[in-house]
């Protein structure tokens, strides 16, 4: 048995008259209301976003040149190398 979820809230927008057809048309195409094909269509769309947002997208080989700089140690900054060897400050308490 098929459960769905209770629908609790209203979703409202405003478009022209050649929008509001054009959708009518292709619900009725599908043979859906227009309520049930804006909502599918809104829904996998936001699915389809929400994936794609998790994940960044690269030439395999700007990946294989990041993966290889994981390898390599940093360098350290000339100011680290200045202060390296000299003394730390400290206050007694």
Known sequence: MLMTAKKECHIELRTDATTQRLIA???EALGESVSSFMLRAAKEEARR???SSDVTWMPADQFD?????LDEPDEVPLAFKR???RPRPYKRA
């Open 83 to 85: 202060m390296a060897g």
């Open 65 to 69: 040149e990041l993966l290889a700089t």
């Open 25 to 27: 048309r292709a619900a």
């Open 49 to 51: 976003i929400l994936a």
